[in-house]
Each structure stands twice: as structure tokens, then as C-alpha cells.
């Protein structure tokens, strides 16, 4: 039954990651922590990992109907390959609690200031 509702997970994230661009986490994250029980930091790593295929997968669909922009997107990958290493390792330095939080908060965040914006 668990595989199953895994690749359910990832059908819903991967589905939602190329319909909106949100990357998958939003989905994968709580579910994996919150249903499947695996800790904060794993989930969060786990996320990462099973993000690139489905991001590859996404970026080749949309840049087919030209739906990208290279050069925008060469600067900000940059340094969101700094950034993560430097997540990663506050990752692990931050209790379970607070990262857990600062997920939650961020997700509030970003949809009420979505959801107002006109």
C-alpha cells in the first residue's frame, strides 16, 4: 500500500510542480513528514532529490512551448545552488520544531500574499 501512495504523492507534486511552478516541496514535504512520519530533515532532503527529475521533466515540457527564460533562469540557479548548500547545513543545525515552523510560516506567507494580490 505504501508504494502506491508514494507515487501517488509524487503524481500530485509533479503534477502541481508543472501546472504552477511550485517545485514539488509544498506537496512532498508535509506529506512526508506528516503521513509517511519521516523526520523534518529527511523529508526535506528526500524532497530535494525527488524534485530534479520532475523539474527536468517540467523544464522540457514548457521550454517546448517557449515558456522559458534561459538567461533569467542561468543567474537565479546560481544562487540557488548556494543557497541550498548553505540551507542544508542550517537544516541541520535547526531543531525538528523550529524547522518545521518556519515551513508552516512560509507556506502562510506566500498564499495570503497570493491571494490578495490584484
Known amino acids: 500500500m505504501q508504494p502506491i501512495l508514494l507515487v501517488l504523492l509524487g503524481l500530485v507534486s509533479g503534477t502541481l510542480s508543472g501546472l504552477l511552478g511550485i517545485g514539488g516541496g509544498i506537496v512532498i514535504v508535509p506529506a512526508l513528514n506528516q503521513i509517511f512520519k519521516v523526520p523534518m530533515n529527511a523529508a526535506?532532503?528526500?524532497?530535494?532529490?525527488?524534485?530534479?527529475?520532475?523539474?527536468?521533466?517540467g523544464s522540457i515540457a514548457h521550454y517546448t512551448k517557449g515558456n522559458l527564460q534561459l538567461g533569467l533562469a542561468v543567474f537565479v540557479m546560481v544562487g540557488a545552488v548556494a543557497g541550498a548548500a548553505i540551507g542544508a547545513r542550517i537544516a541541520s543545525a535547526v531543531p525538528e520544531l523550529w524547522l518545521k515552523r518556519a515551513f508552516a510560516l512560509l507556506l502562510v506567507y506566500g498564499a495570503f500574499n497570493m491571494f490578495f494580490d490584484r
Open 44 to 57: 526535506v532532503g528526500t524532497s530535494l532529490l525527488i524534485i530534479i527529475p520532475a523539474a527536468i521533466s
